[in-house]
Structures are given as C-alpha cells and as structure tokens.
C-alpha cells in the first residue's frame, strides 16, 4: 500500500465525502461545506467512489507550473542579475 502525502483542504473533503455516503449529510451540504459548487461537489464524490481517498489528490502534483519560464529564459535572466533567485 503506497503512502499519500494529501494536503488539508484534501484531507476535509475526504472526511466531507465519508459524511455524504453514510447518509450524514446530503451532497448539497458538503458543496457549501467544501465552498464548491453542487455540481463540483458531485464530481469529487464521483471520483472517491470510484478511487477512494487517492481519487481526491491533485492531479497537476508533480508537474511544472504553467506560468514557469523557459529554462534558456530563466538562465539568461540569472546572468543578468547575477543571482540564483528567480524574479516574480
């Protein structure tokens, strides 16, 4: 069995979800509970049931941002400045 590392907004919605499949609390109440819509709400519960807690994890974990700049870029930038630091 592998360890997940999952942040605490991940955390609560797991806890959120195990209330809405015991009957606790309806898939509305953990939409306000979680601040998601209901239709958001309803894909996590989707994919808890379908993966369990691992279903609820970030799937951008581990890949580079979006925003990052090209490595020739950032090179040519720390040359400039003379640090290793980026600026931003």
């Known amino acids: 069995m592998a360890v997940l590392h999952m942040s605490t907004e991940e955390l609560s919605r797991v806890e959120t979800l195990m209330h809405v499949v015991s009957g606790r609390m309806t898939v509305i109440e953990a939409a306000r509970?979680?601040?998601?819509?209901?239709?958001?709400?309803?894909?996590l519960l989707t994919r808890y049931l379908d993966d369990g807690s691992s279903g609820l994890l970030s799937r951008r974990r581990g890949r580079p941002s979006n925003?990052?700049?090209?490595d020739a870029i950032r090179d040519?930038?720390?040359?400039?400045?003379g640090s290793s630091s980026s600026v931003g």
């Not at 509970?33 to 894909?43: C, E, I, K, N, Q």
């Not at 925003?67 to 090209?70: A, G, Q, S, V, W």
């Open 67 to 70: 925003r990052r700049l090209d």
């Open 33 to 43: 509970l979680m601040s998601v819509s209901r239709r958001h709400a309803h894909r």
């Open 76 to 81: 040519q930038r720390t040359r400039k400045t």
